[in-house]
């Protein structure tokens, strides 16, 4: 069965500096893996993915993220924080011939001022 | 495209009294998703349809609830007795097929904010 953690509820980061938000996924063969984002009263937006060739992958708003295998982890960054990133973000891994994502529980960012 | 239309935005309503969310997908997506969000259990799985048919409906809390889609431009998930336990945020999701490619994700509605007192 698929599985996606995220193992910190809070990730608090001073404004300009870099942000990392952590995933690690459980999933048979090859995953597609997600990040998506949550804007306070929004729906989930997509940001990036990967499927497969580069391990780091770029999305949306500057951020990128790390598939690392052996690790089976996909975490999410960004070299330098904005506040307007301060968000609800989500994993996801989806499997090769699959249909259903699961989602990972979230991770609130605030970056402050 | 509008993108995924939900309705109404936020719906209040007395322990007891059925409740309908309403979900029009994009148009050309085959599939539709329904999620539920809590503070206590995240973002849940309800039921998903594959081109108006249900194909899981495993998340489904109890019979309570149930969901349609009687074409492809609509779906309604409905909740009969509602309890104040189903207050929660429902979201609406579609995507096309997710083929080997890997597909474009889901995209989400802006939810509906639901209060049963």
């Known amino acids: 069965a698929q599985s996606v953690a995220q193992p910190e509820d809070q990730v608090n980061v001073a404004e300009g500096n870099p942000l990392t938000v952590k995933c690690t996924y459980s999933?048979?063969?090859?995953?597609?893996l997600f990040w998506y984002v949550q804007y306070p009263n929004r729906g989930l937006q997509f940001l990036l993915k990967?499927?497969?060739?580069?391990?780091l992958v770029k999305g949306s708003y500057g951020f990128e993220a790390e598939f690392n295998k052996s690790q089976t982890s996909f975490h999410l960054k960004k070299p330098s924080a904005l506040v307007s990133d301060s968000a609800l973000y989500f994993c996801?891994?989806?499997?090769?011939?699959?249909?259903?994502?699961?989602f990972g529980p979230g991770t609130r960012l605030s970056v402050l001022p | 495209d509008a993108g995924v239309i939900q309705s109404p935005r936020h719906e209040v309503t007395e322990m007891g009294q059925e409740v309908t969310l309403r979900c029009k997908p994009i148009?050309?997506?085959?599939?539709l998703f329904w999620y539920r969000q809590t503070m206590m259990r995240g973002l849940e799985l309800l039921i998903y349809?594959?081109?108006?048919?249900?194909?899981?409906d495993s998340g489904m809390p109890e019979d309570r609830f149930s969901a349609k889609m009687p074409n492809a431009s609509f779906s309604t998930l409905k909740i009969q007795p509602s309890e104040p336990r189903d207050s929660a945020v429902y979201f609406c999701?579609?995507?096309?097929?997710?083929?080997?490619?890997?597909?474009?994700?889901?995209?989400f509605g802006s939810g509906t904010r639901l209060t049963v007192v």
């Open positions: 990967y499927i497969t060739g580069d391990n």
């Open positions: 999701a579609s995507s096309p097929r997710q083929g080997l490619g890997g597909g474009g994700g889901y995209t």
């Open positions: 148009s050309g997506h085959d599939y």
């Open positions: 999933v048979s063969g090859n995953p597609y």
């Open positions: 349809f594959n081109n108006n048919v249900p194909i899981d």
């Open positions: 996801a891994v989806r499997e090769r011939y699959g249909q259903n994502f699961v």
